[in-house]
């Protein structure tokens, strides 16, 4: 009898804590961005005990399906080291971690505390909390002023680099005028180089240049029409071939034509060097409602990993051998300065 009443007390105690729990948590767990989780040791078994928050459904969940389930069964941070931290927490250890690989492509910050009574681990409490926009506003502010310093630092090293260079290869010239045919190659190297050189001295100037937007109504289908016939040579060059599917109609834009012409020629160029055996760059634009259309450009390169996708848009990041990593930065700052 006496067994019987103290798991009858551990009971209806389990009962209660659940409802305090569930009380505390009430306003709490109303956060669109949190998530609150318990699990215990059961029967050698870990069983989630409580779960809750707007988080929870967000992610397309219900309490009822996590609550009375085992860890094992139930991989509430859509992590596959998610048992690990478990157990780590379990020994009395607290985890503490941030990353964009819990709860799929959200950035979490996800905290294990076990409840540790006469030195044993009664049970463990779980936090996880959204924190996807501060890290995005973070990182935009972080690359703003990064993009302001190389701004400024870019011009200066372009102008000294500038007057140089023109002296070189304008001596290179001369010489080249009574050099004999064995040394022509060596030349061709140099002159190659050196136009490399003026490339990325010219994007320095450009990206040191602090440009006035000025918004006109203009027709995309004649601006990209324009580009296409710009980049032509350069695909034939590359065995690519360029295709476009436009919509009838399609309603004049308002936005800055220069810029959203170097936006085109950009992501077209880059598109065509993407495919080094040849390929076919398709570009699609399509009425979305009387205000605004949408531009798609699809290659058929190899594609670029998702952890590098992240960084395209930061001064001198480039996948490719040649590049200096200023073209889509400065391309994604035109859109952005276009809202």
């Not at 729990?21 to 998530?35: F, Q, S």
């Amino acid at each position: 009898m006496m067994g019987c009443n103290e798991t009858k007390q551990d009971t209806i105690h389990e009962f209660v804590e659940l409802k305090v729990l569930e009380a505390l948590y009430k306003n709490v767990t109303r956060d669109k961005k949190l998530l609150i989780f318990k699990f215990r040791e059961v029967n050698g078994r870990f069983i989630y005990t409580f779960c809750d928050g707007e988080l929870l459904y967000r992610l397309g969940l219900k309490k009822e399906q996590i609550i009375g389930k085992e860890i094992s069964k139930v991989n509430l941070l859509k992590n596959p080291k998610f048992i690990d931290y478990y157990l780590r927490a379990w020994t009395g250890k607290d985890v503490f971690l941030e990353g964009k690989k819990f709860l799929g492509k959200m950035t979490i910050l996800f905290w294990l505390s076990p409840i540790i009574d006469k030195n044993q681990v009664h049970e463990v409490v779980g936090i996880c909390f959204d924190i996807t926009e501060k890290k995005q506003i973070e990182q935009s502010t972080c690359r703003n002023e990064k993009i302001d310093v190389v701004r400024r630092l870019a011009a200066g090293v372009a102008h000294e680099i500038r007057n140089p260079l023109t002296s070189i290869k304008g001596f290179m010239q001369l010489i080249e005028l009574t050099t004999t045919v064995d040394n022509q190659e060596y030349f061709n190297i140099i002159k190659s180089e050196l136009n490399q050189i003026e490339n990325v001295i010219n994007g320095f100037l450009l990206l040191g240049q602090t440009e006035i937007i000025c918004f006109q109504k203009h027709d995309i289908h004649k601006i990209l029409d324009d580009i296409i016939s710009l980049l032509t040579p350069l695909a034939i060059i590359h065995n690519v071939e360029i295709k476009t599917r436009i919509d009838g109609y399609l309603p004049y834009i308002i936005c800055d034509g220069n810029q959203i012409k170097r936006v085109f020629t950009n992501i077209i160029k880059n598109a065509i060097e993407a495919m080094p055996s040849g390929g076919e760059v398709c570009i699609s634009i399509d009425q979305i409602n009387e205000e605004s259309i949408k531009i798609q450009c699809v290659d058929q390169g190899g594609g670029i990993e998702e952890e590098r996708i992240l960084k395209l848009n930061e001064p001198f990041y480039s996948i490719k051998e040649k590049g200096i990593g200023l073209g889509l930065m400065m391309s994604y700052k035109i859109i952005e300065a276009h809202g």
